[in-house]
């Protein structure tokens, strides 16, 4: 499959057409337009230094919210309500904790300063939201993603404190299923979402999903 480089113009090739990785294009920019019309078609943007790439692969990685698991021991750090939670309430800072958070096998970020801009403005406008893990009022934990209609697309989540995120994704995911909120997608795996219920499913099914819930 080719690799197909975008311009200012704001448009993105079929999905089919991402190569066996899922990486679909490069280039162009990460502005509000751009960015909509991404997830409205099951794209996400990652970065390889200062060009924005643009992923779709197959297959891909979601949660039905209805099949979360939550293990004992985090039964227990529920129970001990030793983290409080909230919702948007402090987005900003979110952004900027994902953005500055130091991950094993990273070098840097791929939050650039642009894509925080935009991520902010997708916020105001309502498509972007976050969840909060506080302790003892310092914010310790959360995550972030861009809601499309019954879609919840997940981006990132960041820890101060152990198990702080996954509090954060336990307590959003219970809410986002309160909200009829249909499919979480969680992009690529990870040990630790498929600890929570995340599961592989087909592009081909992860796209019909989008047209009938976005």
């Not at 300063?113 to 406008?125: G, K, P, T, Y």
């Amino acid at each position: 499959m080719p690799l197909y480089a975008l311009d200012q113009n704001i448009w993105f090739p079929p999905v089919t057409e991402a190569m066996e990785d899922g990486l679909l294009a490069m280039g162009g920019d990460v502005s509000v337009e751009r960015l909509i019309l991404a997830y409205q078609q099951g794209i996400f943007p990652w970065y390889d230094g200062d060009v924005p790439l643009w992923w779709c692969p197959d297959p891909r990685f979601v949660l039905f919210p209805e099949k979360l698991k939550v293990s004992k021991s985090m039964e227990t750090v529920i129970r001990k309500k030793q983290f409080r939670f909230s919702i948007n309430t402090a987005f900003s800072q979110v952004i900027n904790h994902c953005k500055e958070l130091q991950r094993k096998g990273q070098d840097g970020t791929w939050i650039t300063d642009e894509l925080e801009l935009s991520l902010n403005e997708l916020h105001a406008r309502g498509y972007a939201h976050c969840a909060e893990t506080w302790m003892d009022n310092e914010l310790v934990g959360g995550l972030y993603g861009i809601r499309m209609g019954n879609l919840f697309f997940g981006e990132s989540m960041f820890s101060k404190k152990s198990n702080a995120s996954k509090f954060a994704f336990i307590k959003y995911v219970d809410h986002l299923r309160k909200e009829n909120v249909f499919l979480i997608d969680c992009q690529v795996h990870t040990e630790h979402l498929e600890s929570l219920g995340a599961e592989m499913i087909p592009r081909e099914q992860f796209m019909k999903i989008i047209k009938i819930y976005g």
